[in-house]
């Protein structure tokens, strides 16, 4: 059994980890470009690394702290019950802590004309899509990644419990591939903050608080009634 600064501290390389690499592959993506006629690593690249990031992290660290590394996760426990209020208050500080000192990190290892022009990393809507279609987006995004996570590491009897991590990966990678181009398809408020806050870049940065943690309560409360009425909370 894991001590609460074990599980804190899980949870912050977990989000550390996703920042670094999602948002560290769109400015390669950027650097690349501006590099190579040939274009950078693309949409489906970025949605790779952002999957891996996920899928390496919630299998390495998941059976310490339950692998949340995002507060829309985090509010779907406590909203079921699964995780009590100061820790849930106390994961979303360690999950906001590591997107901002990965994001911040990458301000070291990265040219900064690249990062710059890339936002670094910073989600933000398509020209011409309006904030609440932004909203709604990565609500639905963020419901089927709630979701599955509970399906899989949360149920005790999902079929792929014991490889979750790679199922939730392999969600956010099909969700950026859909969402990537019209809203950053960040399904998480500390994927946005982290880079946010050290590009001081904070447009639109509210619907990645709305749409995700939305999202996150709509699946975790709909899975929790309809399919883990005979798995009662234990936290």
């Known amino acids: ?10 949870e912050f390389i977990g989000t550390f980890t996703l920042i670094f690499i999602g948002a560290g592959s769109i400015c390669t993506d ?4 501006a590099a190579s006629s040939q274009g ?8 790779v690394a952002h999957g891996l990031a996920i899928a390496i992290m919630v299998t390495a660290l998941g059976h310490v702290s339950g692998g949340h590394f995002n507060p829309a996760i985090t509010l779907g426990f406590w909203v079921t019950k699964r995780l009590g209020t100061v820790k849930s208050i106390l994961y979303w500080v360690s999950q906001l802590l590591g997107a901002a000192a990965a994001a911040y990190l990458l301000t070291f290892v990265v040219p900064e004309s690249t990062w710059r022009s890339a936002g670094l990393g910073t989600p933000d809507l398509a020209p011409d899509l309006v904030r609440w279609h932004g909203m709604l987006l990565e609500c639905l995004l963020t419901f089927l990644l709630v979701f599955v996570v509970f399906a899989t590491a949360v149920d005790a009897k999902g079929a792929f419990n014991k490889i979750a991590g790679f199922a939730i990966g392999l969600t956010i990678t099909m969700d950026i591939l859909l969402g990537g181009p019209l809203t950053g398809a960040a399904m998480n408020p500390a994927r946005a903050f982290g880079p946010a806050l050290i590009a001081r870049h904070w447009t639109n940065h509210g619907v990645y608080w709305v ?6 309560i709509l699946a975790a409360v709909i899975y929790d009634r309809a399919f883990l009425r005979d798995q009662p909370p234990t936290a």
Not at 1 to 10: I, S
Not at 30 to 33: A, E, N, R
């Open 30 to 33: 950027k650097y690349l470009g």
């Open 40 to 47: 950078g690593i693309g949409l489906l690249g970025i949605a």
């Open 1 to 10: 059994m894991y001590n609460l600064p074990q599980k804190l501290l899980a």
């Open 211 to 216: 749409g995700p943690l939305l999202g996150g």
